[in-house]
């Protein structure tokens, strides 16, 4: 689906990150990881890699665009890092604001910007940014809920903005995908994820596979008429509120 293409994929050493490097490959792609340091990629079967950290956009954006200058642009780009630590309003101040939103918002442009730009002066590109359902209805980590919203409307402006430039945009929101981000939240309380599942339709946790091949998707010819959209998955979890119906409405 994807022989010949290179896809530029940044937390390529997470957890979905990983899910997504075994799946573009799978795919014929070859892949560019990027990730705050070269540790975090060990292990994955990479054509490239690119170093920064996406809290400073400024070393972001000059780590993206000597790889650029050396390499061209990648027929695709997957912004997938991402990291919330404030969960609700009481843990924010402007310094927890600021930080939430210089990675996970300013980064994704310092990210993407350059990668567009070289994208349209080659006619063609498909940016996927991975969102959150955190940026359709609230789930807490307001801060990061709000920077995730953000890269819906960026995509936006990208896919409007760039589409006669052969640019495609859209975003896939997951729900929760146990992972890394999850480590710090189950060693506070290993019972959690008990707790979580009776929240989504499915039954369960989507898994950084499923994220994956919705990312795939965006990037691969199948959807080439699709520019500006977002797409949930998230085991039906935006879809409803399912506790709801049981708690209230189920007898
Ligand atoms: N796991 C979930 O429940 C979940 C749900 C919805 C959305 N997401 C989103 O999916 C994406 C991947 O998350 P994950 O679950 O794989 O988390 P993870 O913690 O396993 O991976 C995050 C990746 O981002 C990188 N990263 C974090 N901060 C960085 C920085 N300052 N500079 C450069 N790289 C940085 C990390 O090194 C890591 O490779 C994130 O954007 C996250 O917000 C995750």
Redesign the pocket.
């Given at each position: 689906m994807l022989n010949g293409k290179t896809v530029l994929v940044?937390?390529?050493?997470?957890?979905?990150?990983?899910a997504l490097v075994r799946c573009l490959r799978e795919a014929g792609a070859s892949v560019i990881g990027?990730?705050?340091d070269a540790d975090?990629l060990a292990g994955l079967d990479l054509a490239g890699t690119v170093l920064?950290?996406?809290?400073?956009a400024k070393a972001?954006r000059a780590a993206v665009q000597l790889h650029l200058d050396e390499n061209g642009a990648p027929d695709a780009v997957i912004a997938?890092?991402?990291?919330?630590r404030a969960e609700i309003i009481e843990d924010l101040d402007d310094d927890v604001w600021d930080t939430e939103l210089a990675?996970?918002l300013n980064?994704a442009f310092a990210l993407v910007d350059p990668v567009v730009a070289a994208m349209a002066r080659q006619g063609r590109g498909s940016v996927v940014f991975?969102?959150?359902?955190?940026a359709l209805s609230h789930f807490g980590n307001p801060a990061?809920s709000a920077a995730?919203a953000g890269l819906i409307a960026y995509a936006k402006a990208i896919a409007v903005e760039r589409g006669r430039d052969g640019v495609r945009a859209n975003v896939v929101?997951?729900?929760?995908?146990?992972?890394?981000?999850?480590d710090h939240r189950l060693q506070a309380d290993p019972s959690l994820l008990d707790r979580v599942l009776p929240h989504y339709p499915l039954g369960r946790?989507v898994s950084?596979e499923e994220?994956a091949n919705a990312a795939l998707f965006y990037c691969s010819p199948m959807s080439s008429g699709i520019t500006g959209t977002v797409l949930p998955v998230d085991a039906g979890l935006t879809a409803g509120n399912l506790r709801f119906v049981d708690e209230v409405l189920r007898q």
């Open positions: 940044s937390g390529a050493g997470g957890g979905i990150g990983r990027a990730d705050r975090m920064f950290d996406q809290s400073d972001t997938n890092a991402g990291w919330t990675i996970n980064g991975i969102s959150s359902v955190n990061y995730k929101a997951p729900g929760s995908v146990r992972t890394p981000a999850w946790m950084p994220v």
